[in-house]
Structures are given as C-alpha cells and as structure tokens.
C-alpha cells in the first residue's frame, strides 16, 4: 500500500486542521493506520491509531479530547481532525499502517509503511 497525506498547514492557536491520509495499491481495510508527528530536531511520537474497521482508537495523552482519528474504508482514507491546535502541535505528520495483529501499536517501529509527511505549523 502506498499512503499519501495532505492538509497540513499554518493556523493560529485555538484553530482547527483536518488531515487526510489517501492509500492506494492494497485493501485499505486489511491495515490499522495510525498518525505520528516530528517536532523539530526532537523523535517521531504517536498521536492517534484507528483499527482496520474503525471500531477502535486510541490517542497518546497530550492530543487526547482535542483530536480525532476516523477512517472511511470506501474511501480509502484516514483522518485526523484537530481542534484547539497549541504551538506545541507544530511538526511534520505522518500516517503509517501496519498489517500484523494486536491493536494499538504506539512505536514507529511496528508499523509498515509511511506517508511523505504534511507540515502543520500552530503560530502563537
């Protein structure tokens, strides 16, 4: 599968972004995707999964109750919408899938494969 984010983008603080992941090459529904972020010169860390059904997520404690994950399988996207965007929410995104069992994966490392990445930058 090949994944391809978009909607990244400079908003000010207390704003709103949706970003969409597009896959394509492989059946959506047999991946659960999930979103990173890199900061500036800092790691990549989990934001948010979604199971391959949709039923279940999950989100790391800093985006939790401001961000949400959703996918649409006939679309073949994922999601993440975020609202009351913080400076601290400014880095490169990235959605990524894995095939294997077991939900959620929280590492980079136990995910397949990977977007290009889409800049969002939350001024103050």
């Known amino acids: 599968v090949q994944l391809q984010a978009s909607g990244g983008g400079l908003v000010q603080a207390g704003g709103s972004l949706r970003l969409s992941c597009v896959a394509s090459?492989?059946?959506?529904?047999?991946?659960?995707m999930g979103w990173f972020r890199q900061p500036p010169g800092k790691e990549r860390d989990f934001v948010a999964c979604?199971?391959?059904?949709?039923?279940?997520?999950y989100y790391a404690d800093d985006v939790k109750g401001r961000f949400t994950i959703s996918r649409d399988n006939a679309k073949n996207t994922v999601y993440l919408q975020m609202n009351n965007l913080k400076p601290e929410d400014t880095a490169v995104y990235y959605c990524?899938?894995?095939?294997?069992?077991?939900?959620?994966?929280?590492?980079?490392?136990?995910?397949?494969?990977w977007g290009q990445g889409t800049l969002v930058t939350v001024s103050s």
């Open positions: 979604v199971s391959w059904s949709g039923r279940s997520v």
């Open positions: 090459g492989r059946t959506f529904s047999d991946y659960a």
């Open positions: 990524a899938a894995y095939s294997s069992s077991g939900f959620p994966h929280r590492h980079p490392s136990e995910y397949d494969v």
